[in-house]
């Protein structure tokens, strides 16, 4: 799903951005539950996918091995606005995109050495109940579709 300029441009202004991983561990019920996070080193990768990388992440990581669905929130607080974007996550431990994620991290925090990079191809994106779709070329948010 291709997002639009008013989330590209709400993603590069946002940090720290909550995202949520499914929980690979059962509980006692024998039930997932959802681990969420605050990252700091998330952006724009193309029109339809992030970057993420991985600086300290233990749980989310494990998750993400098992179960690739990841859900990102954001608020703009200028317009009230809020969107829900869903996908799955491809992790990468060296490459291509990893160097580029360690050289991203590494240019503003020389410090921080990234343990992996996280491409998330988005497929859904929600704001107010409401789906983002695509229709005859154009992006618009349409009640009612799951």
Not at 21 to 33: F, H, L, N, P, V
Not at 53 to 79: C, E, H, Q, W
Request: net charge neutral; glycine share 4%.
């Amino acid at each position: 799903m291709r997002m639009t300029d008013e989330i590209k441009k709400l993603i590069g202004t946002l940090n720290p951005i909550p995202i949520a991983t499914c929980d690979c561990e059962a509980d006692e019920e024998r039930k997932s539950s959802v681990n969420l996070i605050f990252v700091t080193f998330l952006k724009v990768y193309d029109d339809e996918t992030l970057l993420i990388a991985n600086n300290k992440f233990y749980k989310t990581m494990r998750n993400l091995n098992k179960n690739p669905n990841v859900s990102i929130a954001l608020y703009n607080p200028d317009n009230n606005r809020s969107f829900q974007l869903k996908g799955k996550a491809s992790v990468y431990l060296e490459g291509e995109i990893f160097e580029e994620t360690v050289q991203w991290v590494q240019s503003g925090r020389p410090n921080i050495n990234p343990q992996a990079a996280v491409l998330v191809h988005i497929e859904k994106i929600y704001s107010k109940a409401k789906r983002l779709v695509e229709q005859n070329g154009e992006l618009t948010f349409v009640r009612g579709i799951i």
